[in-house]
């Protein structure tokens, strides 16, 4: 040992430690009194706490592929039971068959769904009567005309009464196929009527003139480009169109007298033109019978207030189907959709 009071000869340093020697001779003799193998049981910690990670990420990613299960079957359920008409029931009821937006082939409001709805409804025992509830601003001659027929046949067939129900709009087609309800009922703020035939379309020759665009279009018959909207109308092809347009106003014409009978005033100034009136105004003039709601109707007029709707819809597995399988046709759908007649 050295003693206290001892002094070193001149020259010489006292010895330090380096730096960082402490902390080493420290560290080795931790390790020293650590248990022997405790390398080994910390690579076994990390490894266990790894696999834990791993088992959690795969409970977690089989908990998410099963909410999306659930969910897609939910979603399919719920667009199959929109799809089929309601549970025939034996109690009395009044059916009801909704006519909602544009009646066309292939929509919700297509003669197909609804002669399908109605079919059901006629056949229920417990349907005293079927309810067309309308809210639509028209669309083709065909589908209505078909549905009207429908209507006229299946009520002779089960001897059940057909009353149509108008909420906002029941204009065109719409109101070709209420004529042929028994009777009509409407809000005092609907819009009815609108007895007319039209066919739109654009015309671009002036633009593509001023432009310096020029149209090439070859056809094997002098009106195969009838209606091309990037060629001019001649006189005997706009002649030709509007005898169609006429004849079509003629048939739906005569649907509605057939329809309505002498509840028409048929010397109304423009009643065939057409114009639309409000439901109060349309009471007035014959083109309905009475103001009344589907509750009232079912209430007081069919005398079986539980409401059943039959109504049938395209399912959600169907409709994607068709909008990405005519996804490539779209546009020559649309053009040719354009130039077909249309009562609306």
């Known amino acids: 040992m050295t003693e206290p009071t001892r002094t070193e000869p001149e020259g010489f340093e006292p010895f330090e430690p380096p730096p960082g020697a402490a902390r080493a ?6 390790t020293k009194s ?39 079957v939910a979603l399919f359920w719920f667009a199959f039971s929109r799809a089929q008409p309601a549970a025939v029931k034996s109690t009395a009821h009044t059916a009801v068959v909704e006519i909602k937006g544009e009646i066309a082939q292939g929509a919700d409001a297509s003669a197909e769904f609804i002669n399908a709805a109605m079919k ?5 025992d417990g349907a005293k009567a079927v309810v067309l509830l309308i809210n639509s601003p028209g669309g083709s001659p065909v589908q209505a005309g078909i549905v009207a027929d429908e209507i006229k046949r299946m009520r002779a067939k089960y001897n059940k009464p057909v009353y149509a129900v108008v ?10 196929i209420a004529s042929a309800a028994d009777r009509i009922f409407v809000d005092k ?3 009815v009527g609108s007895i007319g035939v039209l066919m739109d379309g654009f015309g671009f020759t002036g633009v593509m003139e001023k432009v310096g665009v020029e149209r090439r279009l070859l056809t094997s018959g002098e009106n195969k480009g009838f209606l ?37 005033k048929v010397q109304t100034p423009g009643l065939f033109s057409g114009l639309f009136w409000t439901g109060q105004q349309a009471v ?8 009344g709601s589907v509750d009232f109707v079912a209430r007081e007029v069919v005398k079986a207030e539980e409401l059943i709707d039959y109504t ?19 546009a020559a759908v649309n053009a040719a959709a354009r130039m077909s007649p249309s009562i609306r």
């Not at 001779?25 to 931790?30: D, E, G, Q, V, Y």
């Open 25 to 30: 001779t420290s560290a080795a003799s931790a």
């Open 34 to 72: 650590q248990p022997a193998g405790w390398e080994r049981a910390t690579l076994e910690k990390l490894a266990f706490a790894a696999l834990n990670e791993q088992r959690a990420s795969r409970r977690w990613k089989t908990f998410v592929r099963l909410a999306w299960l659930a969910f897609f």
């Open 120 to 124: 059901s409804a006629f056949e229920d």
């Open 167 to 176: 909420e906002e709009t029941c204009a065109s087609a719409a109101y070709y």
């Open 189 to 191: 703020a609907s819009l």
């Open 228 to 264: 091309d909207p990037f060629s001019p109308v001649s006189d005997a092809q706009r002649a030709h169109a509007q005898q169609m347009l006429d004849q079509i106003h003629t048939q739906f014409i005569n649907v509605v007298k057939a329809g309505r009978g002498d509840r028409l």
């Open 284 to 291: 007035e003039i014959g083109l309905a019978d009475q103001i």
């Open 312 to 330: 049938r819809r395209e399912n959600v597995a169907e409709k994607l189907a068709k909008r990405f399988g005519a996804a490539l046709g779209a």
